[in-house]
């Protein structure tokens, strides 16, 4: 949301007046002639951060169940906010100004963030069994369009004082967000009984504490693993379950067709994300501030949409039959808005219904069934699969997004918004 509260004006003056010196005018510090050309520069950041986001994400799945969850997604956090600040904050306080270090930020900021969302989506998967799965992750998953909120309001409130504010802002609170999850965060309800050891306690207790050390919501694919004695508790340590390769759980059953789906998908919803004020804006005339308040209501939808898709997906015990529905109705809503009228009530409805057709199915991918996928029977004895196997369905939707920002823009100019949409019915499919 930072990168959307950036202006190609900020790139094309660097700053503002309070960071020029007395006598200094514009045109003796500029980084690009014109403002097209520091458009050009934002859309190649944002193409940059996707494809080393989803590049990052392949890799950070794999190290997610190797090492502790808690450290790796402090350091993400903490690595990506330190970068950010670097990025918006202190370029400008030293007044240096370079487009390849600015890309080369970025590309590790992509690598940073892609630690967060498998290493999140693991330990919600330890702490919530199957059987209420859909409908917690549903709600959960909102937090990504939350933030976007929030972070469009910090970002906006301090805008006023010059760019660089807003990424301190965002960077310091980001920062402290990966200081508590440090110091804070338990990764599974294991760690209960390890807090309780480390006390010094009795080890009975620990192990006959068993309720403790289960998930909140529990079912069949948890109870497997309590069912030994005390006695073997306490004459032998639980042995670690053993991570699963790379390669072994992109073959698992499932993970490449859902992965193929969160890419049409993705693409979709970054698209509506990215170019929905713009299209708002250019087709009907409003002023950017209504596009901007509008379009809100897609992300309203998606949270709904997540939330109650995901409730019904737990009734039936499946969830492929609910995204099916959904995504097909979903092709219906996308004809009705294309032909949306000029009036703004009409507008907001058809965009919160697409939303809950489009972004529910989307949230529940990457998060609920992403979980499901890293839980399977197939893992046998490996349970460590949870974080690789969210990193592959969301790096494989990022790369889809990604690619789909450069089509959406090409398709637009050649052949008009009526036809984006054509493309976006066909992703749907």
């Known amino acids: 949301s930072i990168s959307a509260q950036w202006t190609p004006s900020a790139f094309q003056q660097n700053g503002s007046t309070s960071s020029l010196s007395p006598g200094e005018t514009w045109e003796e510090n500029k980084l690009f002639a014109d403002m097209g050309e520091a458009t050009l520069f934002l859309g190649a950041l944002d193409s ?6 989803a590049v990052g994400l392949y890799i950070s799945g794999v190290i997610g169940d190797r090492f502790n969850l808690r450290y790796v997604l402090s350091f993400g956090l903490c690595g990506s906010a330190v970068t950010e600040f670097v990025f918006g904050t202190l370029t400008e306080w030293l007044q240096f100004y370079n487009v390849y270090f600015y890309c080369f930020l970025w590309v590790i900021n992509g690598l940073l963030q892609s630690t967060v969302w498998p290493c999140v989506v693991a330990i919600m998967g330890n702490w919530f069994g199957k059987s209420g799965r859909g409908f917690v992750f549903g709600l959960w998953s909102a937090c990504a369009s939350v ?3 929030l972070g469009a309001f910090l970002a906006s409130s301090v805008l006023k004082y010059g760019y660089e504010y807003a990424f301190l802002v965002t960077s310091v609170v980001q920062f402290a967000g990966g200081v508590v999850v440090f110091f804070g965060l338990l990764t599974s309800p294991k760690e209960i009984g390890e807090f309780i050891f480390l006390q010094k306690q009795v080890t009975v207790l620990m192990t006959r504490d068993t309720d403790s050390q289960r998930p909140l919501i529990s079912d069949d694919e948890d109870e497997l693993c309590d069912e030994y004695s005390i006695q073997q508790r306490d004459e032998e340590p ?3 379950p053993k991570a ?3 390669l072994q759980a992109f073959c698992l059953p499932g993970v490449i067709p859902y992965s193929l789906a969160y890419a049409c998908l993705k693409l979709v919803n970054y698209s509506f994300f ?3 004020p713009f299209y708002l804006s250019k087709n009907f005339g409003w002023k950017e501030v209504q596009a ?4 809100v209501w897609y992300d309203v939808g998606g949270i709904v949409g997540g ?4 409730l019904i997906s737990d009734l039936l015990g499946k969830r492929a039959p609910v995204l099916a529905i959904s995504l097909l109705l979903a092709m219906g809503a996308l004809v009705g808005y294309s032909h949306s009228p000029n009036n703004q009530l009409v507008n907001g409805a058809l965009l919160a219904t697409t939303g809950f057709l489009i972004g529910g199915p989307s949230n529940m991918i990457s998060s609920a069934i992403s979980a499901d996928l890293g839980r399977q029977e197939a893992l046998q004895n490996s349970q ?4 690789t196997v969210t990193g592959i369905v969301d790096g494989t939707g990022s790369i889809g997004a990604a690619g789909g920002q450069y089509l959406v823009s090409l398709i637009e100019s050649k052949l008009g918004w009526m036809c984006v949409f054509y493309f976006f019915i066909i992703m749907v499919g």
């Open 48 to 53: 940059i951060f996707l494809f080393s986001y």
């Open 147 to 149: 933030g976007n909120i």
């Open 238 to 240: 639980e042995p670690q």
């Open 244 to 246: 699963i390769g790379f």
């Open 274 to 276: 990215f170019w929905l």
């Open 292 to 295: 901007d308040r509008l379009s």
């Open 307 to 310: 939330t109650v898709q995901g």
């Open 384 to 387: 460590e699969a949870l974080a």
